[in-house]
């Protein structure tokens, strides 16, 4: 089992700044990657970016445009998303999860509102 909790969410102006964390708890040595996923109301869930455990590479959606930078802290157990010059069409519940023997674990989520 992997436990995963979101945090940092909020309400911010456009062209603003947010930092997420996801704490990653449980059976975490088996996680293959871990990823960053949204979703904005009325639209399907999306990936943003992942981060792949044994590479250490990280990729990202086309619509990040060199945005958002995901990073892990393995000592803290916590991956990163560093978000810049948001826009309103980044507005969504953000969702943290680890993909780990098989199966894809899931946070809470953590919403993110870009508004003026």
């Known amino acids: 089992q992997v436990q995963l909790v979101e945090s940092g969410g909020g309400l911010v102006q456009p062209g603003g700044s947010l930092r997420l964390a996801c704490s990653a708890s449980?059976?975490?040595?088996?996680?293959?990657?871990m990823g960053w996923y949204r979703q904005a109301p009325g639209k399907e869930r999306e990936l943003v970016a992942i981060?792949?455990?044994?590479?250490?590479?990280?990729n990202y959606a086309d619509f990040v445009k060199c945005r958002f930078t995901s990073s892990r802290d393995n000592a803290k157990n916590t991956m990163y998303l560093q978000m810049n010059d948001l826009q309103s069409e980044d507005t969504a519940v953000y969702y943290c999860?680890?993909?780990?023997?098989?199966?894809?674990?899931w946070g809470q989520g953590t919403q993110v509102t870009v508004s003026a």
């Open positions: 999860s680890a993909y780990a023997r098989l199966r894809q674990y």
């Open positions: 449980g059976t975490i040595f088996n996680v293959v990657y």
């Open positions: 981060i792949f455990s044994s590479a250490g590479t990280t």
